[in-house]
């Protein structure tokens, strides 16, 4: 019986075996791939995602979604870019702006799922469209640059660690994973969003506070996201419209790949974090061979559909093999 | 109403020795009834007899394990609801399971629909159907949608469409639970009517005196077997009762009670749920098991669920002498008070996760240090202590919960409100689906907290249970507390007496609740609003601007809205199933390159539409490959492929324009056939085809059942994966046109052709009633959506509004659209 259950959390190790051959294969490709500064360089490219992927792996732990956080991170960026340009605020100030509005644009999808109990899928959806164009509408699709050094090290610096050149945003994303992997498995609410995930209805039956539960969880990705937005400024020195367009693949489909499941209750950041570092690889890898963004696209959609087919393929036999014929019936009923 | 002139008639519905055993229980043990034509025939058990499971398999639902079914002198073979329904079966549900989102008239139809060449004939329909109301007495709206209508008026519905597929039995389950008691007596007067006319009629109940002047005979199951079958004329309703109370007196007696009962723990004042005739009010004292009962809607449940703060109420609670309010479960449980759910796997466990989990989810808030982190030895402590306590059998507090025995899981459900200390237990059906070992330990394990000092209100439906285990059972009939029986008056008879409301008079004509009209809510039709809303925007508009209203604007605008039409109008097919597709900005711009590239490669128009039309269908397919044969979501399936579509266009073309496009290619939309443009009328085509289809074609109408309740579909032969496929490999084909129509337009395809045109197809379909949780959406309302999300997009231009905020206006449309669409189904659930 704990058998079953050493297997689950042996998903972690078939990640990280996966993680270490990717890492082979992209050696083998590209001799340069394994130099500490190029893996470094991937973690300055995967913060963003991976900041935001923290978020929705909660978000969809309650069996959620967010398709929302590419454009909310656009509506950031461009309410960074104007509070700082336009209004005049130092860019401190601006980036704190921006990480508020980020919460708001959460907060918005967030009451309209509990409030309404409107679908996230067609909520985040319709906010994907609102946030994009509201990110449009305030630019008039025009950059936003020319911003002070102090922060564009934000996103370009680097912690010099004797030979080892750590990009200044590493320690933040790392920061920020450790912290939530941990209170998402040890804390009460973390604890909560897992039952909340598995069985809404008992969990409103047992005193779970279902609504802040899910509250939380997608101000906490608006949150992150308007961190990433700041970080994602300093990266590449403007704020545009068109900043984070498709964002909501590579997070959603490092989630999945870390084995968090679509239909809630299951994964974990640690899982994410696994699962956004092997997208990093094939992404780099692939980069480095010169692989277009347009065969990458390709990759990563197949990756994605491929990820939740094994992930619920996985369940349902694993489900089989607990309850015999009787899970399997059930499993298939919907 | 006299026996003899049935008894000469046809057998219509035999069966014999019919036996049927789940997991873990025997349901029936070798049936056999015989029913013949004119007959009402009752039916009566206790809960667990073997009504349901002997309706099941009479109604094809169910196979038996053993014996046989003859309908109509002709043996069932093969046990299926459409084969049952072919020889004459009917089932009226408690509740009905047709289509809420369709109308009335579709619903009488619903699966075999009268045809004339081919195509369905609504005016044999509705002629067929109005005969059917009237030989009922009623004046149901045939458009109104079904979910609009009372339920007595549903139940009719449901009875209509028997008579009108020639149903020869008819079996009613406990039908009057949801009626007043007008409604019933009108169901009561058509009952006879049907016996008049020959049919069979099996009514199921729990209420006795229904029967008498009902059913010319009556059946008493127990335990899976006939216990007698009886003239109605000839029995009378207190024999009935100690036949149903059977033996069971002799089965173990209640231990007598040796600790005092003390204060008021918990009192109930005036506590009314919505739905309830009259506030109850009642106490709760320290040490004792209070029993709550009454038949399926008597409210017994809800009154115990609103104590627990689980359902909103009127009235207060007195705990230890303090009026308290709870309004949340939280709120409850803050005041000491716990529910225990019946329905373990609904409302009680959390599969998948450990016993562990499982039990502490409550008592977390307390197991936690400060900011909230769990103490995981404190944890594990109370777990172990609480395994013990109960005695609940398992290897392993890390393993999952499903892998426990049902009697066992219910104790881990019933050890995680103890371990958050509780004042008072409000517990449904403690023992459900448990076996007698495990059932005779809950009952101990109940008795003893009580015994410390905790209240206990057992919620429970079967008298022997709460005679073993109650110090006093309160009965509910019909909303109101008919009865306060202290443990010496709470036997069996006692309580099924006045659970079943014996003694009441049945036909109560003066009954208040018939004088309160049935509220029928007709939902204002959404084309409707739109039209008004697109027709006040254009004045509006050109008011401010009056080039709006010129020809040539409106021509544009009629032209700008034709390809995104021909898509939204596939996309409404899609989500009428309950799907979505967010592929089909990808999929636009890789079908209009490749016709573009055809065109400019010198292709003929005709060729150039066949390949292209291919191609989309071919996206199609593998949407539909991934959705159906992976059984994912469509949004995650379509989430994937819209990146794949997008990647391989730009893979294909290299990211360049192709340019130069044939003005042979570009008449479809530069064209014109008597000032009309070539697209608007391809669109207007479009949509008077699949209006045509939709209501006309078999096919049409499956999609609505399917996207509307997929259940009952599949009971009526509608097979999902033919129908998500077919919908979602039409949306590429229309794609493919709108692609063609879309390249047409301008002179080059750039390779971000499509971005974001699953946003605007999707608003146009949504905007215009296609219900996001499926069965709803017309080709009319698309029509308007398109129009008007055209129109709002010109306006901004013409206004000399930036062109950007056109996504938000989409975005907030959307949302608008979907928030009426949830506001207005709680209104009329209300």
Known sequence: MSGLRALASNREAVLFALLIGALAVAALASPSFLQVNNLLEIGRLIAEAGLIAVGMTAVIITAGIDLSVGATLALCAVILGKSWHDAGMSIWTASAVGVVAGGLAGGFNGLLVTRLGLPPLIVTLATMALYRGLALGLSHAEPVHGYPDSFLLLGQGYWQLGPVALPVQFPLVALVIIVSGLYLSRSVWGRWLYALGRNEAAARIAGVPVDALKMAAYVGTGLLTGLAAV????????????????????????CVLGGVSIAGGEGSIWGTALGLMLLAVVRRGMDLRQVGNAEQAIVVGTVLVLAVAAHSAWSRATQAARLGKAGARAGSAE | MSTSSVSSSAVLLETREVAKSYPGARALAGVSIELKAGEIRGLIGPNGAGKTTLVSIIAGMERPDAGEVTLAGRRVQQFSPLTAAALGVAVVPQYPDLFPSLSVLDNLFVGSWPRRVGVLDWGKMWRRAGEALDRLGTTIPLSAPLGSLTLADQQMVQVARALLHDARIFIFDEPTTPLTSSEADRLFAIIRDLSAAGKAVIYITHRLPELFGLAHRITLLRDGSVVATVNTDETREDELVRLMAGDARAEAARPRRDWATGDVVLGVRNLRVEGQREPVSFDVRRGEV????GLAGSGAEQVARAMAGALSYEGELVIDGRPHRPR??????????YLLPSDRQGEGLFLGLSVRENLTVTALRWLCGGAGWVDTMRERAVTRDYVSKLGVKLTSIEQPVETLSGGNQQKVVLARSLAAQPRVLVSLDPTQGVDVAARAEIHRLLRELSAQ????????????????????????HRGCLVADLPAEEADEEAILRHAGGVGEEVARSSAPEALAPSRRHVPWPRELTLAVFLLALSAVVGLLNPNFLSPDNLRDVASNASHVLVAALSMTAVIITGNIDISVGSGLGLCAAVGAGLAVSGWPLGAVLVVTVAVGCLLGLVNSAAVVGLRLPSI??????????????LHTTGGKWITGLPPSFRVVALGRVLGVPVGVLIAAGAALALALVLRYTAWGRCLYLWGDNPRSARRLGVKGS????SVLVLMGCSLALAAVMFAARFSAVQSNAGLGFEMLVITCAVVGGANIFGGRGTVLGTVLGALLVTVIGNALTLLQLSAYWDKAVQGALVLAAVSADVLGRRRRSA
């Open chain 1, 231 to 254: 970080i994602y400024v300093a990266r590449v020195s403007t704020a545009k419209a068109d900043a984070g367009t498709m964002m909501e693949l590579d997070v959603i489909t490092a």
């Open chain 2, 290 to 293: 209070l029993g709550l009962t």
């Open chain 2, 328 to 337: 949340t479960v939280q709120a409850a449980q803050a005041a000491g008070i």
């Open chain 2, 453 to 476: 000092g905790v209240g206990i209100i057992v919620v429970a439906g079967e008298a022997a249970e709460l005679r073993c285990l109650c110090d006093r059972v309160l009965v509910m």
């Open chain 2, 636 to 649: 995650i399936v379509t989430l994937g492929t819209l990146n794949v579509f997008r990647g391989v266009l």
């Open chain 2, 722 to 725: 033919i129908v998500v496929t």
